[in-house]
């Protein structure tokens, strides 16, 4: 069992940055994607921002993003630390939601982390 545990969430101004940490019990390095969703109130759960390897060395791994957070967030993972960030700067109201951390097991299952608030005030 993988377990995902969030950190990082908070209140910022608009404008402002914040980093967001994903620990996986696990060693990273059995997840191909490693992924960022977030939910905002009264809306579904969408899909941030993704990363790609295994590689001990994760520098150039792919990544990818929704349009709305390009360019002003990344994501960036650490296998060697079993965990992936979500660094968000130049945010905006509209990015006041949960994020949450997910990844893929060997067979497709997926696992999600439960969540961290963060909270953009105009």
């Known amino acids: 069992q993988v377990q995902l545990v969030e950190s990082g969430g908070g209140l910022v101004q608009a404008g402002g940055s914040l980093g967001l940490s994903c620990a996986a019990s696990?060693?990273?390095?059995?997840?191909?994607?490693m992924a960022w969703y977030r939910q905002a109130p009264e809306k579904q759960r969408e899909w941030v921002a993704a990363?790609?390897?295994?590689?001990?060395?994760?520098?150039?791994?792919?990544?990818t993003y929704t349009d709305s957070v390009k360019v002003r967030f990344t994501i960036a993972r650490a296998n060697a630390k079993n965990a992936v960030y979500l660094h968000m700067h130049s945010l905006n109201p509209e990015a006041t939601a949960v994020y949450s951390c997910?990844?893929?097991?060997?067979?497709?299952?997926?696992?999600w982390g439960q969540g961290t608030q963060v909270t953009v005030s105009a």
């Open positions: 997910y990844t893929e097991g060997p067979l497709g299952d997926p696992y």
């Open positions: 696990g060693s990273t390095r059995h997840f191909n994607v």
């Open positions: 990363i790609t390897s295994r590689a001990a060395s994760t520098s150039r791994a792919p990544t």
